[in-house]
């Protein structure tokens, strides 16, 4: 079956700017979750969907947000964009049933700049 | 907060040499995992550990989970090039069983 999918795969900004990331989820996963990876800090959670619901949140400023659809696609908002936002953004979908062992499938990521 | 530390952050080795790649935390995880990921790909999901003192084997891979469920290793025998990588450790943890990740380790086998 497809795996997941995000668009765009590149992406240039500049300061001040706002972007939308998309992510289609596998077929039957319920879960999405956003992770941030820059060079300094590795892989950052960000936030985390199931069923159309935020269910858990990372250590983010609130000009990051997300949303999921009914139909488990999800995007990814980023406001007022900082150079620092640079960054790979990589999303990961899972059935969601089970936190401690469910198996998270990421997607090639969406590169960020922001000049 | 929970906190990963995988060591070493590089490593750079011949075809056929042995390594081992740890990663340590204060924090106590429910479950454990590995991912590699390659240049422009996701991370890719390798194993996952749940109970302390296991031990799990993928090939030539050899992944442990620590008895207090603390740390974890990861060890791979006999190195290939295809075993190049950027290797993630990751542990669930916590009320809300928040997926943290290591920083990695840059593994580069040369032929």
Known sequence: KAGVTQTPRYL????????????????GHRSVSWYQQTPGQGLQFLFEYFSETQRNKGNFPGRFSGRQFSNSRSEMNVSTLELGDSALYLCASSLGTNPITDTQYFGPGTRLTVL | TQLLEQSPQFLSIQ????????????????SLQWYRQEPGEGPVLLVTV?????????????????????????????????????????????????????????LTVNP
């Open chain 2, 50 to 106: 749940v109970t302390g003192g296991e031990v799990k084997k993928l090939k030539r891979l050899t992944f442990q989970f620590g008895d207090a469920r603390k740390d974890s290793s990861l060890h791979i025998t006999a190195a290939q090039p295809g075993d190049t990588g950027l290797y993630l450790c990751a542990g669930r943890g916590g009320s809300n069983y928040k997926l943290t990740f290591g920083k990695g380790t840059l």
């Open chain 2, 15 to 30: 075809e056929g040499e042995n390594l081992t790649v740890y990663c340590n935390s204060s924090s106590v995880f429910s």
């Open chain 1, 12 to 27: 240039i900004k500049t300061r001040g700017q706002q972007v939308t990331l998309s992510c289609s989820p596998i077929s």
